[in-house]
């Protein structure tokens, strides 16, 4: 009744269900109708739209195949399937194969391989270090997987284990065999240097050479089966490996189909045989042999013979197969070649011959080295024995070619042997083996249409396989069911026992083989009777063929009813070849190769020979798994029985190891990548015993679910008060509710088991109640909705209503008011009309009167002026007249006054020279006459210039009368035209009166013009109006348009200026790309080279304990103590070479070339880091050159610095001699002055006069002989600067020398030394501040010189902007210029007078305190030197002395020997944990460096190196013992970066030296350079940085899978699928499940610690960044990986985890350290899992969004999406096609997953220490009271 009701309950309308197809074997069909219990017939509608009728079997009635839920198609592993049957696993596979491109599935414990015919990216190294230490349900199904679950079983249960790969031909199983021996080749490595592991991955290529051929349905097709045993050891590493062959196809080495290839090593010969090593084989090309040409397909597409062969050969070297022996392997297979060419003719019906002089048999003899005429015998002749003679019989022309044949395959396969053997002897290891995992890759299940022995010893083989494997799934599901207490019953499965007993039973198939061959007349006839007459009647499963006497049937494991045929089946089970050729070629003496491929022959024939039959394909069995015994018996075992033992010895390996099952199934027959073919797919997994295991699964209970999953998923079935604080009750009471038939499901101790069919069942319960609840939920929403779009709609019409009246009511306002408005206006405008007529009446009535009264007026006027201008004109005429009449009579006058006196003068003259005639006479008469004359003379001068200017007056009065005259008459003449015009004026009046009249009229009509024209010019003016609004307009436009273009013209500069920004910027993130790279190399070559040390030492430590293990052997310690030993850090490469060299000396037993390519390897690493550092050097090299040049001047001012202060020092040595001079006169005066006064020789005055000047001459010398030093330090300062590179060790005065050695009391001795010491530490004192005031001056003066340069450069930018300016503008700038200078100059002389004011209060200060000292030691002389008698004799006041408190120097003193309890005590027994609470941070590098100064103070430059060396090694120590301890590697990173830091701090460099105070410039390093050190330092940082990140990351690693993808941080968002059997095989125990907060409390942790340790903030940066990348790497990789974590709810919860790192990091103040970008690919996967992802639009918006993932990782998330709701859509093909092709164009790496090796390359950036090395004290916790402060 139950099964009635949940039959119609779930064929109901809309179901789906599976119906037979004949060309899809199964198709999909929906149900149109309810199924109704009784109904013969369902009616069905195809997905094509067809509808059909499915008629029930009338006997049976069984309903056709339900199809599961959506959201259960796609899964990992088959057995989640609600309904476990043939066609859901066909679906299955090809939804996953096709539509998600996934080539793995599990099935239960299968993992089925379907062959992709296509290279994929997912066996690379990252997705090995993926799959590593995880779980096998966890990760998506892999061959890696099986291969990880396979190793971690063989740790975790120290029990064997196997993988049997198998499969058709083509199908992929030597592939998927090659890639699990990779995986634990990577994952496990090897126990020495050896290459164990890449020795194992080296037999591939060998044995694909020699095993593998190209057939018609795969080009490197296996005609082998493999059994490999890789060995491990206790550690689990790869210590050796073994292999065991099984059925190697002989027959292909003389046949070949069509289409199909002899093995690939005949065609790499032919293809290299152009060779010059191998121009000795005679070989040509492929088709001139007959054994390589029968198929017709010499070349496979692709694939290069050449490099091949090349390959195979390396892979030879590698495993140890020298050259010598590779040619003789090649001899051998040329000859083999030679010999299928030998052509055998008739000679007559039972002869044959060959003819002479054949060029390839001779070829032939002279590769194996025998003579052409025995070939030549016994090619065509044999030797038959009877018991008293022998006979040579002939061969007829076809026995003798099968013979040839027979010699071919039993040469190739003793070849074959001897590889095998070779290959093993290279991978065998004298350490015991401590485990194995065999990998068996063997044909699977083969029918043809002629089946022949080869594909009956294949089936058996497969049939044993198969019973193995029924019994392995059928324990494992008892032990399921056992360890879950459900009671166990009885699970009917097909047990394949009865046909295993048919073929090896007694009496079996095999038994009767042997049998007949025994018979001497046995023959295939009798054999096929003896077959029928015991089986056909007592077997069910043996059949005879209807139509065929010679042949039989037998039904196999996979339903299949294979016929054999008979004929052939003895030929190849006794496997005869000619005894006379192989004696032939066992004595050849010239190749040693063939005679050792033969030597365990015997006379009688070996059965691993053999003559082919007719046709079909011949394989044979070449190598029984244990030595041959050398007895006759052993070697007359047929083929079957070797066999069926190398079998049974397989299977009882296979029993006693733990199996696992990989199946490898053909797509299709024509390998076609990702092509789908249902009927071969079908076949293969029938034959395969993957339907076998569901069947077995869905016999039981195949659904499992643990309580919490159920609960999880099933709570929406639950009511309220159904849930019970107990889970597994809660569960109880629901499904009894749920599901009345309790025989559908069982109460295991964690899980739930229910039946086939039951997880769909309350599917579909769950999917009806979430309609159900998302019916009302719509239902809901859509009323809400509704309601608020009513409210909405009702709120907008009261609105509406609301705003119409108020817009009617403003309008009738408006209406009343424009109105009044009107009426209003109207009054006005008519008021303003007549007001405006009547002042136009009155003004032009006002122009006319006053038009006519001007004219009146005017005209009167004109009359006066006129009589008055006449008057004028009159009285001007007769003034003119009277004034020229007068002029002319006085003119006249002045003639006649002129004519008289010339007349009277003349008359004088003459008197005057009748008189002058006498001289005498005049002189008496006329005495004082010549002073009158001169009177006269002047006279008549004054008078001629009188006379001279009264004509030139007069001239110019003519002139002007002249001028006057002419004047008045055009004034007259003016006048009279005056006068006719107001003759002619009167005249006129009349007219004009009349003209008057006509201009009233004119008046009147030019009013009405007036009139009119205002109108056009109103009109006019309007047009104009108009006219301007539109120019405005477009003066609007033009000028946006303007605004618009000047816009553009910005965003275009703005656009180039950020397109040059951003290249700049790019440009220099390239660099800085590049920088890194080159950091990354630089520290990923230190890694390295710090695990290849500690490889080394691991070897050393091993040769020494295996060199103690041997009695006898001395051994050699090889070690060198850091404390003992004295040597540089550049010198531990060569003592690491050295202890090398010992260690091969003390264990010559080992393999010494391991240890000659370890330090190959060695030498090759640091070739490599130093040619990467010079590199890098190079790189930075630009950043130096300035700094370089500067240290060229520096070296050129210091040397002129330097001597200067020598002569400054010889100037200073002058003026002492000339003081002393000084001095010894002041004695000599003092003496000579002995009897003058108090002064004389004996009194007190004198004595202490004289003791003063003894005093000084005594401290003058003391002050030369400090100049002495002075000038020597500066030699050696100056010569230290020619030779840089050379370091040199001040040494002490030879004058000292001498001073100390004539010294014998040890007081004195002491007591000089101490003063030796202070004076050195003064004057060494002296030195440095000097050299700092030079570098401070050096300094200054470069910037000048940068200021006159910057300056230089900014008045040449000023002239060109000048010169660019207007000339006011140029003056203005030039004056704001000149302004601005000043002001500058003004402040920098203020500063510079500041800082003389220091300057000058300083060295008042400074002069203060050497005058008191001066003071203080002249007294003290003074006292010292006073007599007992002055005492008595002056009394000598007491001199208070003050005690001067001690300075300390910042340094510790310790002794030599004390310098292993330093390191002991600060590095070695150090505890991190109370330094870090309870002293100050980085104590142990202040205290180290501190020593250091004090080695560096007392210039002990073998103190320096032993405590450097020393304090490395400690650390190396340390870390190598405690290097899994957080907190230890994190405190000594810590510390050695501060002790970097002090080494830059206090190394005197100017870059470094500038961040400090002045009392840490007085602790700076005075005779080392240490930057070599430095150096060293920074790599040991950077490898302590590695190391810390490994240790962070181990510990972080459990924690991020599970934290960040697996737990519900929202509770309720994720839902829970079926798993099936994922999880089954938990490796590890639980020990509680890792959250998100766990991932946040050790980051806390971690940053806690390195905060507690002093880490510089920069570096907690930088490990933080690598702590995020991390964790998002491993999740994404992860993500990539599991199927089951690709849905929309988990990226809402790992967006939700990546904020609440994003909180932590803005909690600790990081988010500007770069870690939240190295999150932003999860942060994109998260984002792509949510986003839409069906539309065109939706494809862009992802492929603009997902910049940070490439597009492998975006195409494989939307392959992996699935729903986990049936309200979720899959991603659709097209969609992801869609997607590929907008991202073709993107140039990335095809890498799916994420590096998580990948470090970062770190930088520690200087951070100066504000502590004062002085302060520091040091705790009595340390124990190092032997430091002694300075």
Request: proline fraction near 3%; aromatic fraction near 8%.
């Amino acid at each position: 009744m139950n099964m009635n009701r949940e039959l119609e309950y779930m064929f109901v309308q809309c179901a789906r269900v599976w119906i037979p197809d004949a060309e899809e074997v199964w198709k999909s069909a929906e149900l149109t109708k309810d199924f109704k219990n009784g109904d013969a017939s369902l009616q069905l509608m195809l997905e094509d739209g067809t509808s059909i009728e499915h008629k029930l079997d009338p006997k049976t009635k069984n309903l056709p195949y339900l199809r599961n839920p959506d959201i259960l198609v796609g899964e990992n592993d088959l057995t989640a399937l609600s309904y476990l049957h043939e066609p859901a696993v066909l679906h299955n596979l090809k939804v996953r194969f096709i539509d998600s491109k996934l080539i793995y599935t599990y099935c239960g414990i299968v993992l089925v391989a379907i062959n992709p015919y296509e290279t994929l990216g997912i066996y690379g190294t990252d997705i090995i270090n993926a799959y590593s230490g995880q779980n096998m349900g966890d990760m998506d199904p892999h061959i890696f997987a099986v291969a990880e679950e396979a190793y971690k079983q063989m740790a975790r249960d120290e029990r064997n284990q196997s993988i049997i790969v198998s499969g058709e031909s083509g199908a992929g199983k030597t592939v998927s065999a090659k890639y699990a021996m990779r995986y634990f080749a990577t994952v496990s490595g090897s126990t020495s240097e050896a290459n164990v592991e890449q020795k194992v991955l080296a037999s591939n290529p060998i044995m694909e050479a020699i095993g593998n051929a190209k057939t018609t349905r795969n080009d490197n097709s296996s005609r082998f089966g493999k059994y490999i045993e890789i060995g491990f050891d206790t550690r689990y590493r790869i210590i050796g490996a073994n292999m065991r062959t099984y059925l190697l196809e002989k027959s292909r080495v003389v046949f070949q189909a069509d289409e199909e290839r002899n093995y690939h090593i005949f065609y790499q010969l032919c293809a290299s045989s152009h060779l010059p090593e191998f121009k000795t084989l005679k070989l040509s090309s492929a088709n001139d042999f007959l054994y390589t040409r029968q198929g017709r397909s010499p070349v496979i597409q692709g694939v290069d013979d050449t490099k091949e062969l090349s390959t195979t050969r390396n892979a030879f070297t590698l495993l140890g197969i020298n050259e010598s022996y590779q040619m003789g392997l090649f001899q051998v297979l040329a000859a083999i070649l030679h010999l299928g060419n030998v052509e055998i003719k008739d000679k007559d019906s039972d002869s044959s011959l060959i003819p002479p002089n054949n060029r390839h048999l001779t070829a032939f003899c002279e590769l194996v080295g025998v003579t052409y005429q025995d070939m030549t015998q016994w090619l065509c002749h044999r030797k038959l024995k009877t018991a008293t003679e022998t006979y040579v019989k002939t061969l007829p022309c076809l026995q003798a070619t099968n013979a040839r044949d027979a010699l071919a395959k039993h040469i190739y396969a003793k070849l074959f042997n001897w590889i095998v053997e070779h290959v093993n002897k290279a991978l065998i290891t004298n350490i015991k083996q401590h485990s194995f995992i065999g990998v068996l890759d063997i044909y699977g299940f083969e029918t043809f249409e002629i089946n022949s022995f080869e594909q009956f010893c294949i089936n058996y083989a497969n049939e044993k396989l198969q019973q193995q494997f029924n019994m392995h799934v059928f324990k494992l599901e008892q032990e399921e069911y056992m360890k879950e207490q459900i009671p166990w019953t009885l699970i009917d499965f097909y047990d394949n026992q009865p046909c295993i007993n048919l073929i090896e039973a007694k009496m079996g198939i095999l038994d009767l083989l042997d049998e007949e061959c025994k018979m001497p007349k046995g023959s295939d006839d009798s054999w096929a009777q003896k077959l029928y007459n015991t089986h056909l009647k007592t077997c069910s499963l043996f059949e005879k063929p209807r139509m065929s006497n010679r042949a039989f049937i037998i039904q196999h494991f996979a339903d299949k009813q294979v016929e054999y045929q008979c004929e052939g089946f003895l030929e190849k089970n006794k496997d005869t070849v000619n005894e006379d050729q192989i004696n032939v070629l066992k004595a050849s003496k010239k190749f040693d190769l063939l005679v050792e491929l033969f030597q365990d022959e015997e006379k009688a024939t070996s059965p691993t020979g053999q003559v082919p039959g007719t046709g079909g394909r011949t394989r044979l069995s070449i190598k029984p798994d244990k030595g041959r015994d050398k007895s006759s018996k052993e070697h007359k075992k047929t083929v079957g029985c070797q066999f069926r033992n190398s079998l049974q010895m397989l299977m009882d390996t296979l029993n006693a190891t733990t199996p696992h099952y990989v199946r490898c199934i053909k797509p299709n027959d024509f390998k076609l990548a990702f092509s789908f073919d249902p009927k071969r797919a079908v076949q293969q997994l029938r034959a395969c015993g993957v339907l076998e295991t569901i069947r077995i699964s869905a016999a039981g209970f195949p659904s499992r679910w643990t309580y919490q999953e159920f609960f999880s998923r099933y709570r929406v079935l639950m009511k309220q008060k159904d849930v019970l604080s107990d889970k597994k009750l809660t569960c109880r009471n629901v499904l009894e509710k749920l599901v009345e038939d309790q025989d559908k499901y069982q109460f295991g101790k964690t899980k739930i088991f229910f039946r086939a069919g039951q997880v769909a069942y309350l599917e579909k319960l769950r999917a009806d109640k979430l309609r159900v609840a998302c019916i009302r939920i719509q239902k809901t929403i859509r009323c809400w909705l509704a309601r608020k779009k009513y409210l909405r709609k009702r709120s907008a019409a009261i609105t509406i209503q609301r705003f119409t009246r108020g817009y009617q009511a403003r309008c009738l306002a408006k209406f009343m008011r424009r109105t009044q408005a009107a009426t209003i206006i109207q009054k006005y405008q008519r008021m303003y009309m007549e007001r405006k007529r009547y002042k136009q009446k009155q003004a032009a009535a006002l122009v006319m009167q006053t038009i006519l009264r001007a004219y009146m007026a005017r005209q009167k006027y004109q009359g006066l002026v006129r009589e008055h201008n006449a008057v004028i004109i009159q009285k001007r005429v007769r003034g003119w007249l009277a004034r020229c009449w007068y002029k002319r009579c006085l003119v006249s006058l002045v003639y006649l006054q002129c004519c008289f006196r010339r007349m009277k003068a003349r008359r004088e003259l003459k008197k005057l020279k009748i008189e002058a005639r006498s001289v005498e006479h005049f002189k008496k008469l006329n005495k004082g006459m010549e002073n009158k004359i001169m009177q006269l003379q002047r006279r008549i001068d004054e008078q001629s210039k009188d006379n001279r200017s009264i004509n030139e007056k007069l001239v110019s009065l003519e002139t002007s009368s002249t001028a006057e005259r002419e004047r008045m008459r055009g004034e007259l003449s003016r006048l009279r035209g005056v006068e006719e015009d107001a003759k002619n004026k009167g005249n006129q009046v009349t007219s004009l009166l009349e003209q008057l009249e006509k201009l009233r009229k004119e008046l009147s009509s030019t009013q009405k013009e007036k009139k009119t024209i205002e109108d056009w010019a109103q009109t006019y003016r309007d047009e104009m109006e108009k006219m301007v609004s539109e120019l405005k307009d477009q003066n609007c436009s033009l000028k946006k348009e303007k605004d618009d273009l000047n816009r553009l013209i910005q965003e275009q500069s703005q656009q180039m200026t950020e397109k040059m920004a951003r290249a700049i910027v790019e440009k220099t993130q390239q660099l800085e790309t590049d920088l890194n790279e080159e950091r990354s190399r630089y520290q990923n070559l230190l890694t390295e080279h710090r695990r290849l040390e500690e490889k080394y030492d691991d070897l050393k430590e091993a040769m020494v304990s295996s060199n103690v293990s041997k009695p006898g052997h001395r051994r050699t310690d090889s070690t060198h103590s850091s404390n003992e030993s004295e040597y540089t850090y550049n010198s531990e490469y060569a003592e690491l070479e050295e202890g090398s060299r010992a260690a091969e000396d003390v264990t010559r037993g080992m393999d010494t070339s391991l240890t000659l390519k370890l330090q190959k390897r060695l030498t090759e690493l640091e070739q490599e880091k130093q040619s990467l550092r010079n590199e890098l050097e190079n790189r930075e090299d630009q950043f130096q050159r300035a700094r370089a040049r500067d240290d060229v001047e520096f070296k050129k001012a210091r040397g002129a610095e330097l001597e200067y202060e020598s002569l400054k020092r010889q100037e200073l040595e002058s003026e002492n001699k000339k003081l002393k001079h000084d001095l010894v006169e002041i004695r000599r005066s003092l003496l000579g002055n002995a009897a003058t006064g108090a002064g004389a020789p004996g009194s007190p005055a004198y004595k202490v006069v004289l003791e003063q000047l003894n005093a000084s001459c005594e401290e003058l010398e003391v002050r030369k002989e400090e100049v002495l030093i002075l000038r020597s330090q500066l030699v050696s300062q100056k010569e230290a600067m020619h030779h840089k590179d050379e370091k040199e060790t001040m040494t002490e005065p030879s004058a000292y020398v001498e001073d100390v050695s004539k010294l014998k009391d040890a007081g004195e001795l002491k007591q000089a030394y101490i003063g030796l010491k202070d004076t050195n530490r003064l004057l060494e004192h002296q030195l440095q501040t000097q050299r700092r005031g030079y570098d401070s001056e050096v300094e200054s003066l470069r910037g000048e010189l940068q200021n006159v340069k910057e300056e230089n450069n900014r008045q040449q930018q000023l002239l060109a902007q000048n010169l660019q300016l207007p000339p006011e503008a140029r003056i203005e700038a030039s004056l704001q210029h000149e302004i601005t200078r000043l002001t500058n100059e003004n402040l920098d002389l203020m500063e510079q007078l500041e800082k003389q004011d220091r300057t000058i209060r300083k060295l008042k200060k400074q002069l203060k305190v050497y005058s008191k000292r001066i003071g203080e030691m002249g007294a003290g002389q003074t006292e010292g030197q006073t007599s007992p008698g002055q005492m008595v004799d002056e009394p000598i006041h007491p001199v208070n002395i003050p005690r001067r408190e001690k300075d300390f120097q910042g340094m510790l003193e310790y002794k030599k020997e004390d310098e292993l309890k330093l390191v002991k005590n600060l590095i070695l027994e150090l505890k991190p944990r109370g330094v870090a609470v309870n002293l100050i941070p980085g104590l142990p590098a202040y205290i180290l460096f501190m020593c250091l100064r004090h080695a560096d103070y007392v210039n002990d430059d073998q103190k320096v190196r032993t405590l450097l060396t020393s304090t490395i090694n400690s650390i190396k120590k340390i870390l190598k013992k405690r290097g899994d301890d957080f907190e230890t590697v994190s405190f000594w990173l810590s510390n050695t970066c501060r002790f970097l830091h002090c080494l830059k701090q206090y190394s005197g460099d100017e870059a470094f030296i500038k961040h400090n105070t002045q009392r840490q410039n007085e602790h700076i390093l005075s005779n080392f350079d240490l930057a070599e050190y430095r150096q060293v330092i920074s790599d040991l940082a950077i490898q302590i940085y590695q190391q810390l990140i490994k240790c962070m990351e181990n510990i972080l690693q459990p924690m991020i899978v599970s934290g960040m993808l697996e737990h519900e941080t929202i509770q309720g968002v994720s839902g829970v699928k079926p798993t099936g059997l994922r999880k089954r095989t938990s490796s590890i125990v639980d020990e509680g499940t890792y959250t998100l907060d766990s991932i946040l409390r050790q980051l806390s942790a971690f940053h806690s610690t390195m905060c507690q340790h002093g880490t510089d903030p920069e570096l907690i940066k930088q490990v933080v960044k690598q702590q995020f990348y991390i964790i998002g790497a491993v999740t994404l990789n992860n993500l990539l990986l599991r199927k089951d974590m690709c849905s929309w709810s988990k990226g809402m919860q790992i967006r939700y985890n990546v904020s609440q790192l994003e909180e932590w990091l803005r909690d600790k103040g990081l988010m500007t350290c770069g870690a939240k970008e190295t999150l932003e690919p999860l942060i994109q996967a998260a984002q792509l899992l949510q986003v839409k992802k069906k539309t065109d639009e939706d494809a862009e918006a992802i492929c603009s969004m997902c910049l940070a993932l490439t597009t492998a990782q975006i195409v494989k998330v939307l392959n992996l999406y699935t729903p986990v709701n049936e309200f979720e859509e899959r991603v659709s093909v097209a969609f992801i096609r869609t997607i590929q092709t907008r991202l073709r164009d993107r140039c990335e790496s095809p890498q799916l997953l994420m590096d998580t090796k990948m470090i970062y390359p770190v930088t520690f950036p200087f951070n100066p220490s504000s502590l004062a090395l002085e302060t520091i004290q040091i705790p009595s916790s340390l124990n190092l009271s032997f430091l002694t402060r300075v």
